[in-house]
């Protein structure tokens, strides 16, 4: 069965700092890895990793793909109080068009 | 990207009745999904919102609780039948391509039934 593991569960730091989150994916047939922000109700997209595109960065966040290794991580560099957040990991079912998530990683900083 | 709108944003429902909630996308997408979102849970696949069809739900959802419709590419509805206080929750629609391609989320419908 296609599974999803993200670590740690949750994590408190303070401005400034740099946090690394993990994603770990079980599939069948590996398609895509996508990473999203959620602050209130909705999922803000935010990267999309294929085995064609493995490193993806936005400003302070990046987030690297490991193919050997089935697995993601997402760098927030400098992290500020805006980044809290629950961050989700997401891939495509092998055998349908379904997107299975993570539990997310629910991340604080404090000011 | 596409942009998704959603509505009603929130709503406070007696049990026993129904809510029907709209989910609008800018462009003509392939797959349209429905997620649910308890208290401090991850997302749940309630169903696949298939164009024309019946749509396409996950092991403990049934259409009589949670008819879904899609009549064209761009617009579905989930309606949540005959509430009870353990629906309350924050209800999702998204849009994709569906070749395992980049999803995107509407605002999100946060129900409280009572």
């Known amino acids: 069965e296609d599974k999803v593991v993200q670590s740690p569960l949750s994590l408190v730091v303070h401005e400034g700092d740099t946090v690394t989150l993990n994603c770990s994916y079980e599939?069948?047939?590996?398609?895509?890895l996508l990473w999203y922000k959620q602050e209130k109700k909705a999922p803000t997209f935010l990267f999309m990793l294929?085995?064609?595109?493995i490193e993806k960065k936005s400003g302070r966040l990046s987030s690297i793909l490991d193919k050997k290794e089935l697995s993601s991580i997402l760098n927030i560099t400098a992290t500020q109080t805006g980044d809290s957040a629950i961050y989700l990991c997401?891939?495509?079912?092998?055998?349908?068009?379904?997107?299975?998530f993570g539990t997310g990683t629910r991340l604080k900083v404090l000011a | 990207s596409a942009v998704i709108s959603q509505k009603p944003s929130r709503d406070i429902c007696q049990r026993g009745t129904s809510l029907t909630i709209q989910c609008q996308v800018d462009s003509q997408v392939t797959m349209m999904f429905w997620y649910r979102q308890q208290p401090g849970q991850s997302l749940t696949l309630i169903a696949t919102?298939?164009?024309?069809?019946?749509?396409?739900?996950e092991s403990g959802f049934v259409i009589d609780k949670f008819p879904i419709s899609r009549p064209n590419l761009t617009f579905s509805t989930l309606t949540v039948s005959n509430m009870s206080p353990e629906d309350s929750s924050i209800y999702l629609c998204s849009a994709g391509t569906g070749t395992g391609g980049e999803q995107y989320f509407g605002p999100g419908t946060r129900l409280t039934v009572t």
């Open positions: 294929t085995s064609s595109g």
């Open positions: 919102a298939n164009q024309g069809s019946e749509a396409t739900y």
């Open positions: 599939v069948t047939n590996f398609r895509s």
């Open positions: 997401a891939v495509p079912d092998s055998g349908t068009y379904k997107y299975i």
